[in-house]
Each structure stands twice: as structure tokens, then as C-alpha cells.
């Protein structure tokens, strides 16, 4: 089993990444932020939570957060294994993601952080935001909000996995093919 957590702020080209990765690891994908945005499209009593804190570029409370994840978890019960992407988000998502895991047995085998630099993010965002019909990728002020979240909430997950010497930083500038060369070989060696 490879349990990855695929980390780094928003606009660093996690989904991409995941996709790829999906395809040639043959792992689940779980984007918390592709569920939220699922629920909210059906509308449905969660979508309708986490609607709010989603278009202020906040994030959704953990309970609710931690929940979707699990669900999603226990619904995959014959995975090869798991790519997180946006998903831990706080250090107490992380800490419920290791209990989960732990009980099934099938730890988290590493976090492999995207790093880019405030700017280029920003300007990766705006241009998805021309085609992604997504409200958070259109406004720089959420935009910035949500870089801000990820530094002040986001990032000490990082050190919480360096703890356990399971955290890497992988060069997020290049070409989609170069950075998805960088991880393979960072997962490769896991
Ligand atoms: P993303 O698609 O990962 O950029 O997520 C879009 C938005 O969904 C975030 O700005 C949050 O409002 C919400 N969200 C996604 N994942 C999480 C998470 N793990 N914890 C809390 N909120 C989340």
C-alpha cells in the first residue's frame, strides 16, 4: 500500500499532479475540494454547509471536513492505496487521518509538498479561474485569503509529518512532465 498526502498552497498544481500520478500508481484519489464542490452542485445538506465557507476562501470546520474524508475512505475498501489531495488541512485533520489509517492498518507513507512561490500561485489561480467557473479562483482578495489560510493553518502539517521524517519538498516550478518526473521519484523511493 502507498498512502500519499499530495501537499502544497492552492494553485500548485495538486490536481494535475494526482491525476497523473492516479493513472500510474493506480491509487484513489480523494480531493476534499472536488467533494465539496460535488455536494454543493447537488445541493445536498453538506454542499449547502460548507457553500460559505468555501466562497470566503475558509475553510470548512474539521467535523464536517474529517467526516466527508472517512466516508469516502471507508468506501474504497479494496484501494491499492490513497492520494489526499487538499485533504489534511489542519493539524487535526491530520491527526484523525493517522487514526483512521492506522486502524486500517495502512499508514501515510509520506507528504510530498508542491513548492511555488506566492506570486506564481496567485497568477496560476486567476488563469484557472478563466475556465474553471470556480468564484474562489476568480477574485484576488479570496485568492489571497486562501494562501494566508494555508500558511497560518495549512502549513504546520508539514512539520507535523517532518516528525516522523515522512515530509518532502519537491521543486513545483517546470513543466507538468518535469514536476511529475520529481515526484515519481520521490515516491519511488518511499
Ligand atoms: P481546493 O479545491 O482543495 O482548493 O479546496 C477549495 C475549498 O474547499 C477550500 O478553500 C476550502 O474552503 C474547502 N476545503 C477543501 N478541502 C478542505 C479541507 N481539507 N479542510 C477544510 N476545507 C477544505
Known amino acids: ?19 497523473k ?17 460535488f455536494e454543493m452542485g447537488n445541493n445536498t445538506p453538506l454542499g449547502q454547509k460548507a457553500k460559505s465557507y468555501m466562497e470566503k476562501g475558509q475553510l470548512v470546520p474539521d467535523e464536517v471536513t474529517v467526516g466527508m474524508l472517512k466516508n469516502k475512505v471507508d468506501a474504497n475498501p479494496n484501494a491499492k492505496g490513497f492520494i489526499f489531495d487538499g485533504f489534511p488541512r489542519t493539524i487535526a485533520q491530520a491527526e484523525a487521518l493517522d487514526r483512521l489509517m492506522a486502524k486500517k492498518d495502512s499508514p501515510i507513507s509520506g507528504l510530498l509538498a508542491l513548492d511555488v512561490d506566492d506570486e506564481e500561485i496567485t497568477q496560476r489561480i486567476l488563469l484557472r479561474g478563466k ?10 482578495r479570496i485568492i489571497r485569503n486562501r494562501i494566508e489560510v494555508y500558511k497560518s493553518e495549512t502549513s504546520p502539517v508539514f512539520d507535523y509529518y517532518a516528525q516522523s521524517d515522512k515530509s518532502q519538498k519537491i521543486n513545483g516550478f517546470g513543466t507538468i512532465e518535469e514536476i511529475f518526473a520529481r515526484l515519481c521519484t520521490a515516491i519511488d523511493s518511499l
Open 131 to 140: 475556465t474553471s467557473g470556480r468564484s474562489d479562483d476568480n477574485d484576488e
Open 1 to 19: 500500500m502507498i498512502n500519499l498526502i499530495l501537499f502544497g498552497p492552492p494553485g500548485s498544481g495538486k490536481g494535475t499532479q494526482a491525476a
Open 21 to 37: 500520478l492516479v493513472e500510474k500508481y493506480h491509487l484513489v484519489h480523494i480531493s476534499t475540494g472536488d467533494l465539496f464542490r
